[in-house]
């Protein structure tokens, strides 16, 4: 029977309550990404409005090496890379596509990427594509990252050493000791790359991302998504000059897809002005964090940043929690391996400026309920 490979497989996730289905959105958002609420924000839509106006077309034609190149493109890479602080940025269509490209074509054979063990799947992709072999890390021991390179140069290793690690963690919502990493960089004369996917805008001196600090190193580069607390489409990895070139030259991803929409920039562009005129989102989420704190974390969920996960252990038992949440009006989603380690499924609560305190006590109430 064809596709009875397909079948069978289909069939065992559905037994293990691991089976991927799409669901419509609906009930109060506490699963998005769209932290600060920007997606439907009025200067957002007037920014799209007004570069369809301006002429700006809705689609590329193609790869930014043909006639894709736009110079809607140009102007938010240069926007972008002032606002981070990097010598220059470079637009993807999404995080995906970005940290693929990064990984994939930059390291070279003789190098080693360390990476911390939870980093995005799109990292780990990415250096399956590559060239450089690459090691994981405890999660969060920077110390661990550097035990590493030094093995590896004393087994005589003489590459360049990557580090690749997340600012704020998709799953377990913790942030990371950014400085320390750092450390461990300059000391081992690694390149760092921070993925800012969920850092970026929320994070940092001016929503710039916890890394903000670093931005403008030689040995740094970020991933800065635009997807998520931006409201649009799209990343871009800002760091040296050196990295745009070799990636336009040799990345494979970028190379071989068509550009992103030339609107998309443009919005985009309204994104990034809109986080430094207006602070109070941020800290309208952060309060909302603080309120998180109170109500979340007495249920047994950690609460470090605006992504709250409840670790409930069983899948069958996390997804039976996700339905009645889901049934009471609340749209909470629940997370099961492999996204996440055997036995700690769990619900993710994504905190946005879609909802207040009074939604947050509102579902602890229902978690109260329906807990094992």
Known sequence: MQLAAQRAHLSALADADRLRTLTSRGGVDLSSNDYLALSTAPRMLAAA?????????????????????????????????????????????????????????VPQPGDLVVHDALVHASMHDGLRLGRAPCVAAAHGDAQAAGDA??????????????????????????????AAYAAVAERHDAMLIVDEAHA???WGDGGRGVAAALHGRANVITLNTLGKALGCEGALLCGPAIV???????????????APAPLGAAIAREALRIVVD????????????????????????????QIVPLVIGLDRDAMRVAAAVQAAGFDVRGIRPPTVPAGTARLRVALTLHVGEAEIAALAAVLQEVLP
Do not use: K
């Open 200 to 202: 970026t805008g929320v």
């Open 278 to 305: 207006e602070p109070e989102r941020r800290a309208r989420l952060h309060t909302l964090i603080g309120a998180a704190r109170r109500h979340l974390a007495p249920l047994g969920a950690r609460v470090e940043s």
């Open 49 to 105: 409005a007004d570069a369809l106006a301006r002429g700006v077309a809705v689609g590329s034609g193609g790869s930014r090496l043909l006639r894709g190149n736009d110079a809607e493109h140009e102007a938010l890479e240069a926007e972008a890379a002032r606002f981070f602080g990097a010598e220059t940025a470079l637009f993807f269509g999404s995080g995906y596509a970005a940290n693929t490209a990064l990984l994939s074509a």
């Open 244 to 258: 745009r070139d070799f990636l336009v030259a040799r990345a494979r991803p970028f190379i071989f897809s068509t």
């Open 149 to 178: 390179i030094a093995a590896w140069r004393a087994g005589g290793g003489t590459g360049t050493a990557w580090i690749a690690i997340e600012s704020l963690y998709s799953m377990d919502g913790d942030l990371a000791d950014v």
